[in-house]
């Protein structure tokens, strides 16, 4: 009798975790926009997304030797994060830098620097946050197609996985980053899509969970990057 309730138990899960699978990543997540707004005296701006909010400014510079998708100077963002769960703010500053993690389970050939991202609170690093994003060799394929990029959010004691993927809108070959997808334990959680006619749409995780922190400051990265593909002429 127990075997058999077991049994049944077991089954249910694995139905309810095949059901929730197949569902449609969107359809799981709460879909966010980004919220712009003026800070007096910033040479960036103010930003809300849902319950996040801080300020963010970009430094970016078209110039790129022959071979090389970015440079250490290229691309250089900052920014400040805070939410309910997240206080006080978070600091980030991200750039092109050396790789910081193998990331072995990527599959294309990526680029000698990644763009990383380092935070800290009160000018102190936060224990186990980070975030690295590698960049494929630059070439005729990635001009042709959508360029890949795969890397990973760690914060909170939580890691996700990211790589570009469409999530809407028809497939064109633009050359320009479409979206991604993030994942926790092979299993979509969120994305952002950037194949929108208007701004792009930010999926977390539902609040409550406890991958939407990590996810949102995945996102938040991602957004702030000024990704040389998006750059070109």
């Known amino acids: 009798m127990i075997r058999t309730i077991l049994a049944s138990l077991a089954a249910a899960v694995v139905l ?24 007096p005296g910033l040479l960036g701006y103010g930003y809300d997304v849902g319950e996040y909010r801080g300020e963010t400014s970009t430094r970016s510079s078209s110039f790129r030797a022959l071979g090389t998708a970015i440079s250490r100077d290229s691309a250089r963002t900052k920014f400040t994060v805070e939410s309910p769960n997240i206080s006080p703010a978070l600091q980030a500053e991200c750039a092109g830098g050396q790789k910081r993690t193998q990331l072995g389970w990527i ?24 975030f690295e994003l590698a960049l494929q060799k630059a070439g005729l394929l990635a001009r042709m197609s959508q360029p890949q990029r795969a890397g990973e959010m760690t914060y909170g004691g939580r890691t996700i996985r990211l790589q570009t993927q469409r999530i809407g809108g028809v ?8 979206g991604y997808v993030f ?6 959680i969120g994305g952002v899509d ?7 749409a930010i999926y977390l995780p539902p609040q409550g969970s406890p991958d939407r922190d990590v996810a949102a400051l995945a996102a938040l990265s991602i957004l702030f990057f000024a990704d040389p593909a998006n750059q070109m002429e």
């Open 16 to 39: 309810s975790g095949g059901a929730a699978a197949q569902t449609p990543m969107t359809e799981r997540t709460e879909q966010l926009q980004l919220k712009p707004r003026r800070v």
């Open 107 to 130: 599959s294309f050939e990526r680029e000698d620097l990644s763009y990383v991202c380092s935070f800290t609170r009160n000018g102190q690093p936060v224990p186990g946050a980070s």
């Open 171 to 178: 497939p064109l070959p633009t050359g320009r980053i479409a």
């Open 183 to 188: 994942y926790k334990d092979g299993q979509e």
């Open 194 to 200: 950037f194949n929108r006619i208007m701004s792009p």
